[in-house]
C-alpha cells in the first residue's frame, strides 16, 4: 500500500490549499487572462502528488496516523486504537 500522508497536518492542509486555489484559478482565470491560466493546473497537480483524491487519502492517513494500530493474526486483520498519545 502507499503511503500519502505528509508528515504534519498543516503541511498536508497547506498543499491542499495551493492545489484547489491553483484547479480553481486555472478555470477561473479563463475570461480574465485566456488560456495561459491553464497552467496553473500542472502546479495544482503537482501540489496533489498526482489527484485530488490521493490528496484526500493522504489527509485521511495524516489524521489517522499513530491513532491506529493493524494487527494481523492467522490473516485476519484489525483496526485498534493506539494507547500511546498521537504525535504532533
Given at each position: 500500500m502507499t503511503?500519502?500522508?505528509s508528515t504534519s497536518l498543516p503541511r498536508h492542509l497547506i498543499r491542499g490549499a495551493v492545489g484547489f486555489g491553483a484547479?480553481?484559478?486555472s478555470?477561473?482565470?479563463i475570461p480574465v487572462v485566456g488560456?495561459?491560466?491553464l497552467l496553473l493546473a500542472p502546479i495544482g497537480l503537482l501540489a496533489f502528488r498526482g489527484c485530488?483524491?490521493?490528496w484526500?487519502?493522504?489527509l485521511i492517513q495524516t489524521i489517522s496516523r499513530d491513532r491506529l494500530e493493524r494487527t494481523c493474526v492467522d490473516g485476519r486483520c484489525t483496526l485498534t486504537a493506539t494507547t500511546s498519545p498521537p504525535r504532533v
Open positions: 503511503d500519502f500522508a484547479l480553481i484559478g478555470v477561473a482565470l488560456f495561459l491560466s485530488p483524491t490521493c484526500t487519502i493522504g
